[in-house]
């Protein structure tokens, strides 16, 4: 059965939260804020906070140097992921994924379909893996945020829940570069 394992101790994971956008600051930027206030609370660290242009080589740049950062676990990006001309978050995203986690994506357009029927279609939530670092690309919304907070990521950051989480497989993200080094 799934569920929070209470014998297990809590492990916190160090989460840099990035948004995307070219109209708001970090003062202004309530998805970000929505991610941070719900990733404390849970007991995780946030390790870095920044704020880039939707361009694929400004997200590229900023989310290569946190891949580099041994400090850094997991990202979460927010903004960007829209289908207009400028939403290039997943562009950026798939150019610096080893691996995709397509479920990710499907679970958050499955759970959002609940809450605001077929426009879920519209978001290209996405989440994948590099350099040992867990990266989720999600909608710019701040109700689209607590959804992706609430019902998955909550979850698969809390190294509690069972059957299985992300956490427990961070030390094996890493498998492939330790073998070829």
Same mark, same amino acid.
């Given at each position: 059965m799934a569920g929070i394992d209470t014998t297990r101790p809590f492990v916190p994971v160090h989460i840099a939260v990035l948004t995307v956008s070219d109209t708001r600051t970090l003062?202004? /930027?309530r998805s970000g804020a929505?991610?941070?206030e719900r990733l404390e609370a849970a007991g995780?660290?946030?390790a870095d906070r920044a704020?880039?242009?939707d361009e694929v080589?400004?997200?590229t740049a900023r989310l290569n140097a946190w891949i580099a950062n041994p400090g850094?676990?997991?990202v979460l990006a927010t903004g960007g992921t829209g289908v207009t001309g400028r939403d290039v978050t997943p562009e950026a995203f798939h150019a610096v994924y080893e691996k995709e986690i397509p479920g990710f994506g499907e679970l958050f357009r499955q759970l959002s379909y609940a809450k605001i029927g077929s426009s879920t279609i519209q978001s290209r939530a996405s989440a994948g893996v590099a350099g040992g670092t867990y990266l989720f690309a999600l909608p710019g919304s701040p109700g689209a945020c607590k959804d992706a907070w /609430? /019902?998955?990521l909550a979850y698969q950051l809390d190294v509690r829940y069972r059957p299985c989480n992300f956490v427990e497989l961070l030390p094996r993200l890493t498998e492939h570069?330790?073998?070829a080094g």
């Open positions: 003062a202004e /930027d929505v991610l941070i995780h660290v946030l704020l880039v242009r080589a400004a997200i850094i676990e997991v /609430d /019902d998955i570069m330790r073998r």
